[in-house]
């Protein structure tokens, strides 16, 4: 169904993107400096100093929460979907490398401890990603080398090319082995070599399908293909969080936790919650608190796990696949169990239920077609698709929760609508901390480096107001669901009748309009926790009121 064809000029960018594409397809390899005149010229929003000779603090800092430390060292990063890919093209044993990672970015990485980076792929956007991810890296790595190269004091001279907030930040990320970061960008240039193994859109399927095969044989008993599905892309901590709700018999121990971590951000929110004076949730902050705190008390975190494993919630780490864990919850299980008081839901009718829910860590843009249309094949029958995400807003604030009704999708140019069954209704009683803006319309983009302000400003103009990448791939899935052919491409479809139930809900955690409020330049700390938990208690409503019915 064709209407109102949503048109956007792209030529840098698409330049770009052909650019590297072409050079990988050719010889399997590129070389990150025959792209910098590229990257350059399109101008990304989030790399708008990339062409002058002042250090970009902000996509620095950006490429140094996603990339590994072992970045100096490194000279070339290949590429491969799966454990078959590297083993077929002769890889060294992955149990003789060094696992690696990056602390804002979510992927499966290596390091031979010479000069070569492996790098688990999921899609092609996860291509897109490190191609203009490393290339922006190396612009600015280079630039603050030629800065510092000559000083005699590596630390006063970085001090007066850098902020004292960004010297704060980079002295977070690297901690102790700050000053040798800064003699390693002193020393060293930085050129990276870029080795695809196989971009084929097969290998990519192969990848995904022994993903889920991987989590079939873990669970044979639950028999998916028998089975209605509810299918959450969300995390792994806020879902399973709120129906354990472990954390009220541990508010003592937490809170004396608290009090020896001296963190005073966080001992000033817990005295405002107590006085009233901020409208966070107790146990939310609890839930943030008992994280922090299980990543120094292994027996924490394992007592946990027994207490999922009790409720029949089943969890799948990632395999030599797809770095996505996955969360199997048997509806059933959870009969008779007492939720948040908010919610006024009685559980007691949940053992007549046969439904399981999958949650799974949300992917990275194109993987998320990959993933919903594998699940989709594989199970008896899809009752909920479930939605939850980061993503820039061009109305919002930081924290804000976001419900689209629209969605333009950059990879096929579709345009969907859609009714979301999450709506401001839902959040009245849960959410207190930020605004819930309804009927809004998103850009399902192909990469955060593939954005530029003329690009931005088009789509405000158009009434885009939600900037992300996930919807899109995962209305290419659903539109399979529905139809009988496979998704279409620079179409209008309207998927308000689907057979299933639709919700979807970003919270805002970056406005690209506000310099210093991008995740580049800022962490995203507790903003998140409050609209993460207040999404996480409408899905689980959803899905419980559909299963006492």
Do not use: C
């Not at 990056?102 to 990603?129: C, H, N, Q, W």
């Not at 405000?460 to 539109?479: D, K, V």
């Amino acid at each position: 169904m064709h209407q109102g064809k949503t048109t956007f000029n792209t030529t840098e960018i698409e330049i770009y993107i052909r650019t590297y594409r072409s050079l990988l397809k050719s010889s399997g390899t590129v070389n990150i400096a025959q792209l910098i005149d590229a990257h350059i010229a399109a101008k990304p929003l989030l790399h708008e100093k990339g062409g002058t000779d002042t250090i970009d603090t902000s996509a620095f800092i950006y490429g140094l929460l996603r990339l590994p430390q072992v970045m100096s060292n490194v000279k070339k990063v290949i590429l491969g979907q799966s454990l078959d890919v590297f083993k077929k093209h002769n890889v060294i044993k992955f149990s003789q490398l060094k696992e690696v990672e990056a602390p804002g970015r979510r992927r499966k990485m290596y390091f031979d401890g010479k000069e070569i980076l492996y790098v688990y792929i999921a899609s092609v956007t996860d291509v897109d990603d490190l191609i203009t991810l490393l290339t922006s890296f190396q612009i600015e790595w280079n630039k603050f080398h030629e800065k510092l190269r000559h000083a005699k004091d590596t630390e006063s001279e970085a001090k007066k090319h850098l902020s004292q907030d960004d010297i704060s930040k980079m002295q977070k990320i690297w901690g102790k082995e700050y000053p040798k970061f800064l003699q390693a960008i002193k020393y060293r240039e930085v050129s990276f070599t870029v080795q695809l193994l196989s971009g084929s859109y097969v290998e990519y399927a192969k990848a995904t399908q022994r993903w889920w095969d991987h989590i079939e044989n873990q669970l044979k008993y639950l028999n998916f293909l028998s089975r209605p599905l509810y299918f959450v892309s969300s995390n792994t901590h806020s879902l399973v969080n709120l129906l354990l709700r472990h954390v009220l018999a541990d508010e003592k121990l937490l809170i004396e936790y608290l009090y020896k971590t001296h963190d005073q951000t966080l001992l000033r929110l817990w005295r405002e919650i107590n006085s009233g004076d901020f409208l966070a949730n107790r146990e939310n902050f609890l839930y943030y608190i008992a994280k922090k705190y299980g990543k120094t008390h292994p027996e924490y975190e394992k007592r946990r796990t027994h207490l999922m494993t009790k409720l029949g919630i089943h969890v799948i780490p990632s395999s030599h696949y797809l770095d996505i864990d996955t969360q199997v919850i048997e509806v059933k299980k959870l009969a008779g169990l007492s939720l948040d008081p908010r919610l006024k839901l009685d559980t007691k009718n949940l053992g007549k239920s046969d439904a399981v829910i999958v949650n799974i860590d949300y992917p990275l843009g194109w993987a998320a077609y990959q993933i919903l249309t594998e699940i989709g094949q594989n199970v008896a029958r899809i009752k909920g698709v479930y939605i939850m995400g980061k993503a820039a807003t061009l109305n919002g604030q930081i924290g804000d929760i976001l419900l689209p009704t629209t969605v333009f999708d950059q990879h096929t140019k579709n345009l969907y609508v859609f009714d979301n069954s999450l709506r401001a209704s839902d959040f009245e009683t849960i959410f207190k901390t930020g605004a819930v803006l309804s009927d809004q319309k998103t850009i399902a983009a192909k990469g955060t480096f593939l954005e530029n302000g003329d690009l931005v400003k088009k789509w405000y103009q158009e009434g885009y107001t939600i900037i992300e990448m996930e919807t899109g791939p995962y209305f290419n899935a659903l539109y399979e669901f529905v139809f009988y052919n496979r998704y279409a491409e620079n179409d209008f479809i309207s998927l308000t009748n689907a057979p299933f139930e639709i919700g979807i809900a970003h919270y805002a955690s970056d406005t690209p309009y506000s310099k210093a409020k991008n995740l580049g330049v800022r962490n995203l700390s507790y903003e998140g926790v409050e609209p993460t938990y207040a999404i996480s208690l409408a899905i689980l409503k959803k899905i419980i009121e559909r299963e006492n019915k």
